[in-house]
Nanobody
Framework: QVQLVESGGGLVQPGGSLRLSCAASGSIGSIYTMGWYRQAPGKQRELVAAITSGGSTNYADSVKGRFTISRDNTKNTVYVQMNSLKPEDTAVYYC?????????WGQGTQVTVSS
């Protein structure tokens, strides 16, 4: 089992920045990819960014150049730095951890971009 605890969401004005954190615990040795997904009201959950245990990254086209995902293996934590935020980035953001057997999800943290 893997437990994921997210933090860092909130309300920010357009053009602002936020950093989300996700701390993993439990059977963390089985994790090979961690990432962030988001779900806006009435929309499907979508991948925002992901990072493998080797450090390879993948981003949604909508966030490339604005978001940066990183991983601190010593702290078992993954981060996403979100800059130049737009109202369309408003969503619940979920941390995800993939293992060979299954995927785990955090409880979600709300990000609201509004003036």
């Amino acid at each position: 089992q893997v437990q994921l605890v997210e933090s860092g969401g909130g309300l920010v004005q357009p053009g602002g920045s936020l950093r989300l954190s996700c701390a993993a615990s439990g059977s963390i040795g089985s994790i090979y990819t961690m990432g962030w997904y988001r779900q806006a009201p009435g929309k499907q959950r979508e991948l925002v960014a992901a990072i493998t245990s080797g450090g390879s990254t993948n981003y949604a086209d909508s966030v490339k150049g604005r978001f940066t995902i990183s991983r601190d293996n010593t702290k078992n934590t993954v981060y996403v730095q979100m800059n130049s935020l737009k109202p369309e980035d408003t969503a619940v953001y979920y941390c995800n951890a993939a293992t060979p057997k299954t995927m785990y999800w955090g409880q979600g943290t709300q990000v609201t971009v509004s003036s």
